[in-house]
């Protein structure tokens, strides 16, 4: 990827400001003289981490530098190592969050479109190694992309790296061409932090079996991120086709459509699908992800532990990956808080479900009306006996289903016995004529209201849930 | 990925026969063992490289175990040292060649169901070190699968690799615990083997950088395994939806569906299309598939080289990879060889296409008939005034198109202006009475012929590409 392509693949707008992460070193004055002369509208931002006795000077001298090219200056500081033994973070990760904090902050106050850093191919491959080392999926041996939003900064503003085709030694010559004088970092040459012990004596043995071992990794990152693209790509068509409904700690799954799917996108989906309800949750490995692929496909009716504090359960035709404290949906269901009287018309249930009534004076052809078991049909004078209820469920509440002669059933064996989901039951609406339980919707009527030859007058129930409601 | 779910990856089946690469070492002693309790039914193969002293005798072990254990016993020699001398390969490479031809030689010859060789996590890991070193993409990266079939080898029977997750340690304790007694091979302690250096020296390295590296590595090849499968079914999907037709060294694409893909989807289509037309050519790097990508998601018409000896160009709606000796595709296009006489019914021209010739008495309504142009109406009178023939154009034909009431103008120029392609003009068919062009079918009839206020009778000709011919 030459330099053009990167700058092309930042995607930056030459009429828009953007803010430049300038530390001062020959990378990041690279970096400011590349996007002046491409014509770029910069605001040079400088974040002084006050780790170094020489800091305070280098600061001033990016200031001084901004102020000769005609360019606006910000600069920021914080004490690092108080943030870092607060936070229990290292000095690197610690002065890392305080500078893009600081970065993004001044891109938000100045309405930049993008937050430029100069990270470059050394950079890269330093990244790419060191994950590697860790074991890292895709994500990770793909390394720095080109554009990216990091959330934890911006949700909107990206952060732009024009500089990851371009060597260390690349950006050293270019200072020198260019008359910049650029100050080095001393501790960039000790070998205390990972990253240049890396540098300084990893990557050497490496270069031993590969000469041109650094050139290789480059390319393979920038091969890497089209694989990575195209997963994501075939991983948002799938995650379109086979979730349901998302809550806040629940994604609910069409069966049919994850039986649909093969075996290699459900591991990408649970890992996706992990990663949205545990954002900072350990990375979901192969094994558990191959698990969950599998049970995801299945046919049957379990429930299943995962990682993460996450479980696996089905209900019908959904499959729901769910955190353990999740409030779990229920709009699939009707549910019903309190009673309601109800007369004619329709009345309003929880979730867009809505049970209608309606009266027929005669008994016309009943074999040829559609019926199931969300609409019935029952008799209208014995049903009126009393008022019409609709309400949730009551302990001790028995039921007399249709074909049950004498006698009457506990309507929490029923519920048991026919596998209506435990968190259904407590607000399943029940219609009553007075005390009398008629109907329980989705499953049968009450044989004492059903229609006999001697019915002269139809009422007809149906519950069910508009689209869009 | 633990053992069993491993073996349910290589797919084996406990009524067929498969055939056990065994050298004798503890890696395959473990492999038979475990085939053997699992109740595979196993031929063991055993290949005598004849390279250390000891061979004859490890292999009169190997035959004499299977022997005790009641396995048929399958030996097979060769003469690496010449093999490798002749065909310029490595010993190693030598060794592997004619071992994997035996196996598949033995497997084919015995209708097993696969070849099984003891792989394990060591040479998993080891393998992708050497593939990283080297700065492979994802297909490398992935290192070896459990189940795959090896083209060169065998077009059906699968190599399949049951220990891939087991360590090298591992299988030689388990040989120890079932009084198993392998040799071992003493050039696996010579360093001078590339595979052994990592072994020896380089992975001891990185192991001070993470104690766990092995287990890293190995779970960075499962994840990128279930990542290449997603590559390659969104890969599959798209191909089958932008390819329309492909030759031995061409594949011609349609435009707009091209249009409609990602830029990384076009990466992989192009990384794709070219391994099909050059199976052996080096490996397309990310800045080639990337200006490639570019180039076929965009309007216009151009050419243009690619690599390995490919060229893209654009015909119409098709843009075509192909090599440039390539027997480029004319499919598209109607094409004669030959002058043909013609005087009612149909006449076949090249790969399918048709001419029809219809007659009509009575001019009725003919603003009511559809026409294009490929399919015209002339007068019949004037045509018949010479014999109808079709033929490919000859040097100097002239043409005077329909609204040149007088005078005329070269075909040549013709085919130019109306940007026919080069390729397509020799063969391409024009109908003529007697010597003179009345129709170029695709573009104009001629003038002379044109339907007047004195026409009596019709001549309707049609060409076109019946579906499925």
Redesign the interface.
Known sequence: ??LD?LLDKCGLDPQRELVAGISGGPDSLCLLEILRTAGYRIIVAHFNHKLRPEADQESAEVASLSNSLGLPFLGGTGDVRTYAAEQHLSIEEAARLLRYRFLFEAARIHSAQAVAVGHTADDQVETVLMH???????AG?KGMEPRLILPQFDQHIPLVRPLLSLWRSETEAFCATHNLKPHYDPSNNETIY?RN??RHN?MP??EN??P??K??????A???Q??????Q???DASWHKVVLETGEKWIGFDRDQLSRT????R??LVRRAALMLRPTGREI???A??HAAVFMGMPGSHQMDFANGLFFFIEGSRLYLAAYEADLPSSQWPQIEESKLQVNGSCELSSGWVLSVEYAAALIDENSLESDNWTVRLDADLMEAAELVIRPPHPGDRFQPLGMVTGSQKLSDFFINNKLPQRARAGWPLVCSGEQIAWIPGFLIAHPFRITGSTRRLIQLSINKPLNK
């Open positions: 990827m030459g392509t590697f080392l860790r074991g890292a999926g895709l041996l990972l012990r890396l990893l043995g490496l079996y590969n041109r071992f050139e290789a990794l480059l390319r393979t920038q091969s890497l089209g694989d990575f693209s195209l997963v790509e075939a991983l093969s075996l290699a996108m591991r990408g490995d192969f094994s992800s191959e």
